[in-house]
């Protein structure tokens, strides 16, 4: 907004302006408000008077001098010809003729090569507004001759304002936290919001309170989402796939709620570093900072990188429920043990008085030793339940460093230290440093924290990835030559033609 205003006021116009942003966030009004403050009776302005004919008419629609064109339905050079041909004739009643082309980069490549020569050579009197959700659609010729702003999406602050003026325009009562939802909900479209918005004063009868908005949003609703991490702060895997299961019958998206997670995590770790980037008239405000308190920061740093590991890997698990739930299990796997609260022990109902109390008063009274609560070594679910072949096909990482994890076994996970024992005959690439520093960077940001890596030679006979990848070309090899030698065509072949089967041939698909 300052660029254009300060180009309005030095008059320093462009011959053509892009503006980029997702769906909703005001690029075809801002276009409109441009085309105002180029035609305003007033003359050239950063702030158009919105009463003179040139603005009201623009408002309406009706301005003869400003042409809009959706590119999404009016994509071929035919189009673009014939809209470009008016721009050779002075403007009718304006002071400049515009042009908003929105949706530009549906445009098919001829339709861009016309308006390039447009473009090259424009009349003074025409002015070019291109609207795009996808910039990189756009050659780079046409994106070279224009200036170009990237609209961001709208806060949900600044959204939750406009509605709560909307409905003080309209007089309808409200509730600040259904407006909360509603802003959220909008994910930063204001068209979406308003859209929203309507939607609920039709649900709720001319009101807009929260527990109806909440009803009628349906999955954006997150309670499910506090309920699965209150479970895993109790480590109660019952109850994860219990959500789940609910989840299935309320027929949520789980690629939409990893998604959802994300940003609740997100939230969560803005109210333990800054309690304040919370609004206090926020719906969730209470449950977000009172998990801000249970969970320590590096757990949340690991749920969140979890989560978002999920969610792109959902797509290549056997089904959304087993990509979902498993998600779930390996936040629960990977929970630390040392954070893992102790259950306290019932004292017994007839405990025997202390040894102590039976000892001559001659005696010292013997030191007694405390207990651990934990008798096991720090961090040991990690280890025990890492797979380290699953992991190595979760992990970016390609070249040596893949080569050398594929030939490893998984020693132990404790305290950020990773071991692996590498297969000896492939010993030389312990002196490959490189490869493990590729490898170690990998891991840590799979955990989302420090690892350090420590690579040993083991035994020949472990089974590492490599080993299990081969074994599994064998026998998809195998079966593929089977099913060749049982095919009827091949055997009729064989027996009536002479033909012979070349093995080598036979790749399994």
Known sequence: MQALSNALAQNRLHHAYLFTGTRGVGKTTIA?????????????????????????????????????????????????????????????????????????????????????????????????????????????????????????????????????YVLGQENIPFEAGALALLARAAQGSMRDALSLLDQAIAYSDSRVDEATVRNMLGAIDQGYLYGLLQALLARDGVELLRI???????????????????????????????????????????????????????????????????????????????????????????????????????????????????????????????????AQPANPVMTATLDWGVLLAQLNVQGTARELAKHCTLESFVDGRLALNLAPQHKHMLTNKTAQEKLQAALADYFAQPVRLAVALGTASAVTPAVVEQHEKQTRQQQAVEAIMQDPFVREAQEHLGAQLVEESIKPV
Do not use: W
């Not at 473009?119 to 756009?138: M, R, S």
């Open 244 to 374: 789940a299961d609910d989840m299935v019958m309320r027929s949520l998206a789980f690629d939409a709620a990893l998604q959802d997670m994300a940003t609740l995590l997100h939230r969560i770790a803005l109210a333990q570093t800054v309690p304040q980037a919370i609004a206090e008239d926020e719906p969730e405000r209470v449950r977000l900072l009172e998990l801000a308190q249970n969970f320590s920061a590096e757990e949340m740093q690991l749920l969140y990188q979890i989560a978002i590991h999920g969610r792109n890997e959902i797509d290549l698990a056997p089904d959304e429920y087993a990509g979902f739930t498993m998600t779930l299990l390996r936040m629960l796997a990977f929970m630390p043990a040392g954070a893992q609260p102790v259950p306290k022990r019932p004292a017994p109902e007839h405990s025997a008085p202390p040894v102590a109390a039976a000892a001559p008063k001659s005696q010292p009274k013997p030191q007694s030793k405390p207990v651990p609560a934990v």
């Open 32 to 164: 409109r408000i441009f085309a105002k403050s180029l035609n305003c009776v007033n003359g050239i302005t950063a702030t158009p008077c919105g009463t003179c004919s040139a603005c009201t008419e623009i408002d309406s629609g009706r301005f003869i001098d400003l042409i809009e064109l959706d590119a999404a339905s009016n994509t071929q050079v035919d189009n673009m010809r014939e809209l470009l041909e008016g721009a050779l004739y002075a403007p009718t009643n304006g002071r400049f003729k515009v042009y908003i082309i929105d949706e530009v980069h549906m445009l098919s490549k001829s339709a861009f090569n016309a308006m390039l020569k447009t473009l090259e050579e424009p009349p003074a009197h025409v002015k070019f507004i291109l609207a795009t959700t996808d910039p990189q659609k756009i050659p780079v010729t046409v994106l070279s001759r224009c200036l170009q702003f990237n609209l961001k999406q709208l806060p949900p602050a600044l959204i939750l304002t406009h509605l709560q």
